[in-house]
């Protein structure tokens, strides 16, 4: 066959503690996480594709549910295809581990050796090669020494793990250099929750699909697992988006209006079921936000709200016009500016951005 489909997918973190949210927030959160496996399992099924891979960190290590495991094994059963799993530092494989305990279905094989070994699957004229974590740090890369050219002539040569490329901390760091001659045609990442796009170093396909639903506000936007189609020398592939809510770090300049209206401005109808940040931003009056107040007025615009105050006093421009320093003669020399050319709003906000840039280090009049 030319090319297999492929289900790339990495990071889940079941079982999360959301500590961000109150407590029964956070508990639909862990439940919400849990569906994503019955909706990688109809993704699988809906895109009829040959291998699901799965490179690590399916489990949060703080705590495993009983449910959570359960729904596991149900979901990798229901998938219609091989599932290679590799556990990471989160959900290192070990004889105590979760993932000793469990009985898989017979579609899935659970790498569970540091070293990288390859499955056969003459049926896609594939082989996949993947190790596990056996403890939560790893100094050493899974790829060094590593080559795929023992694998027969004209099958499609995959790889599957957790690593840091270009790491320097204790993940398992990979070189670009060790991809490029590890001989794989796709190597299937996870540890790095963003993802990275379809990576290229010599004739090896990679990437990290990032986590599939976000945890907090350092995991924004739209969250999933990756689609492909590889075979030997080409691979493409696209984001399909499974989470069920998002997070968004958005803005609110209060500058000349009223900091509700600028909030709900932000809030747009889209964001009712994802998680927001509202950082009110520009220059207001003497009195403080009252962001409990705020909050009140825009209960029900998200499924969960915080609010900060980036803002500042408003002040008049041209107070410090007659100072004796730089700051005064960059006054001076805009106020001329404008008297002759009054109708020009964009001077006017020059002013102000040039006020803005001196307050962090003004010269003083010698």
């Known amino acids: 066959m030319s090319t297999l489909k492929l289900i ?8 999360s503690p959301f500590s961000g ?17 019955s909706r990688l399992a109809s993704l699988a099924r809906e895109r009829q594709a040959d291998l699901v891979l799965l490179s690590g960190d399916l489990l949060d290590s ?5 449910e959570t495991a359960q729904a596991l094994v149900e979901a990798l059963a229901a998938i219609p295809c091989p599932v290679f799993l590799a556990p990471g530092n989160h959900d290192a494989y070990g004889p105590k581990s979760l993932y000793a305990a469990l009985d898989y279905p017979e579609n899935v094989h659970l790498f569970q050796t540091a070293q990288l070994q390859g499955v056969e699957l003459p049926g896609l004229q594939c082989v996949v090669y993947g190790c596990a974590f056996r403890a939560s740090h ?8 590593f080559s795929a050219a023992q694998a027969p002539e004209g099958w499609t040569k995959l790889g599957v793990l957790h690593g840091d490329v270009e790491g320097s901390g204790g993940y398992a760091p990979i070189s670009r250099q060790e991809i490029a001659e590890s001989g794989l045609d796709y190597l ?16 090896t396909f990679w990437a990290y699909p990032g986590c599939p639903e976000g945890r907090g506000f350092d995991e924004t936007g739209d969250k999933g697992v990756l689609c492909l189609e590889v075979g030997p020398g080409e691979c493409r592939g696209e984001l399909v988006p499974l989470c069920r809510r998002r997070y968004w770090v958005l803005q609110a300049d209060v500058t000349g209006q009223d900091p509700l209206e600028a909030a709900q401005a932000v809030l747009t109808p889209e964001r009712r079921e994802d998680i927001c940040r509202v950082i009110f931003t520009g220059e207001r009056g003497e009195a403080p936000l009252d962001l409990d107040a705020l909050a009140a007025r825009l209960e029900g615009r998200c499924w969960a709200l915080t609010l900060r105050d980036g803002t500042r006093v408003r002040r008049d421009v041209w107070a410090r016009m007659g100072e004796d320093g730089l700051t005064g003669l960059f006054l001076q020399a805009m106020a001329a500016r404008i008297q002759r050319s009054p109708d020009d709003p964009v001077l006017q906000q020059a002013a102000a951005f040039g006020m803005a840039a001196l307050e962090h280090g003004e010269d003083v009049a010698p």
């Open 138 to 145: 790893r100094e050493d890369s899974p790829l060094a020494g």
């Open 8 to 15: 790339h997918g990495a990071d889940l973190h079941l079982d």
């Open 62 to 66: 703080r705590q495993t549910y009983r």
């Open 188 to 203: 299937a990442l996870g540890h790095v929750h963003q993802y990275s796009g379809l990576q290229r170093e010599g004739n």
């Open 21 to 37: 949210l109150p407590p029964e927030q956070a508990a639909q959160r862990r439940r919400e996480q849990r569906e994503l496996l």
